[in-house]
């Protein structure tokens, strides 16, 4: 799995950051009538394919399905209704969010193509009624999903990832550090060196 996951609000975003370098990144998109999000799925479906990047749809595991586009991400909410059995059919790969051991078994039965543990540590993004994971539960999540590939989000920094990449993650997911780095472009291009280091 990509190592470096990149999370944008808006496709204008995504068309900035891609050309960077990135291979792996999530539309979330919150707040927007559906015309609109799907108008800006499907112009980041189109970039992606041209710039050799994946995409995944957050939430709109529906649009995805009706916009052909190949990955999604749920939360447990959004996994209440999901159809799995659509996206299995064609051949959509989803990713799924898991914040403690009873949320871990719902994903895992599933058969998820990555579980994400967050947030491990504080996020500035959203209100969360989660405390931090840490450091030793991403030790822990990787020895439980074993080969399921492990996505650590919340609060990550470049500071960061060495240890969170030590503790067992296979991809580090990141909005704010570079939503809001003084030169978004340049602190893409940082992400990318030091997740490959
Ligand atoms: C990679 C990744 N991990 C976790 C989330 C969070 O999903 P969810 O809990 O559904 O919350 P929203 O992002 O929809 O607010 C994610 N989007 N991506
Ligand atoms: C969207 C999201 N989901 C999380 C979870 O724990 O499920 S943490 C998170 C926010 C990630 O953003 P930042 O890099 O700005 O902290
Ligand atoms: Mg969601």
Redesign the pocket.
């Known amino acids: 799995m990509e190592r470096f ?1 990149l ?1 944008v609000g808006h496709v204008s975003q995504l068309e900035l950051l891609v050309p960077h370098g990135v291979r792996l990144v ?1 539309l ?1 998109i ?1 707040d927007q009538p559906e015309t609109e999000v799907r108008r800006q799925i499907a112009r980041a479906r189109d970039f992606c394919a041209v710039h050799g990047a994946q995409l ?1 749809v ?2 709109y595991w529906q649009a995805a399905l009706d916009l052909n586009c190949g990955f999604v ?6 996994m209440d209704n999901a159809d799995f059995a659509a996206l299995r059919r064609k051949g959509v790969r989803f ?3 898991t ?1 403690d051991e009873t949320e871990l078994e719902r994903a895992l039965s599933h058969g998820p193509d ?1 579980v ?3 947030p491990v540590y504080e996020t500035l ?2 209100q969360m009624k989660w405390a931090t994971q840490g450091l030793d539960r991403v030790r822990r999540w990787k020895q439980m999903v074993a080969d399921t590939p492990l ?1 650590a ?2 609060g990550l920094t470049i500071d960061r990832l060495p240890g969170v990449f030590a503790a067992g993650a296979d ?1 580090a ?1 990141v909005v704010t550090d570079i939503q809001q780095a003084p030169d978004p472009e340049a602190q893409t291009r940082d992400w990318i060196k030091a997740c490959a280091a």
């Open positions: 996951y999370i999530q979330r919150k995944v957050n939430d991400h749920l939360g447990q909410e959004d990713g799924l969010s914040h990555y994400a543990l967050g993004l959203k996505v989000i919340g991809s997911a």
